[in-house]
């Protein structure tokens, strides 16, 4: 997968061909794009995903992708915009501290610690979701929009400090 990445051109679409098991800390190049598709897949992982660049991870097949990091350990850290569409996330540890924008749609959350944490960042999106944890759910700090539509939150939600506006449609 790190060789996918590294001889990808930005705004490339890598395509998973079978499931994975991965044992390496995965780390995209400062400013450089890509489309990941799951494509009904999963990953297993005991390792940090690190986005220094957009990212969007989607699933266009009817069959469930999960990633999944066994350890607690946080599983993506997002430098720049993330996006995640129809792909489960779960961890033993945080799933998502992200910087920057974050849209999540038809996905589930799973996590033993935060789920999510949000910091010093313009946008968040939250759509047709499930988060489920038994801390907290989302950590919002320093936000300028954060919208949470059609939504099931397992969890406490902390909208903290400076955040500008809060939008939760029910």
């Not at 946008?123 to 954060?146: L, P």
């Amino acid at each position: 997968l790190q060789t996918a990445i590294d001889e990808a051109s930005s705004g490339d679409e890598l395509i998973m061909i079978d499931d994975a098991v991965i044992t390496f800390d995965v780390v995209t190049p400062i400013g450089k794009s890509f489309v990941f598709n799951m494509n009904g897949h999963s990953i297993d992982t005991t390792k940090t995903f690190t986005f220094n660049g957009p990212v969007e991870f989607k699933n266009e097949t009817n069959s469930k992708s999960l990633i999944n990091c066994k350890i607690n350990s946080t599983l993506f850290t997002a430098k720049y915009s993330l996006d995640i569409t129809n792909v489960d996330l779960q961890s033993a540890g945080p799933v998502i501290s992200s910087v920057s924008a974050l849209n999540i749609t038809n996905s589930k959350i799973k996590s033993s610690s935060t789920a999510i944490t949000f910091n010093k960042a313009d946008v968040f999106n939250i759509t047709s979701s499930e988060i489920t944890t038994s801390g907290s759910a989302i950590t919002i700090t320093n936000s300028t929009y954060t919208t949470i539509t059609d939504t099931t939150i397992k969890g406490s939600l902390l909208n903290a400090a400076s955040t500008s506006n809060l939008t939760i449609t029910i």
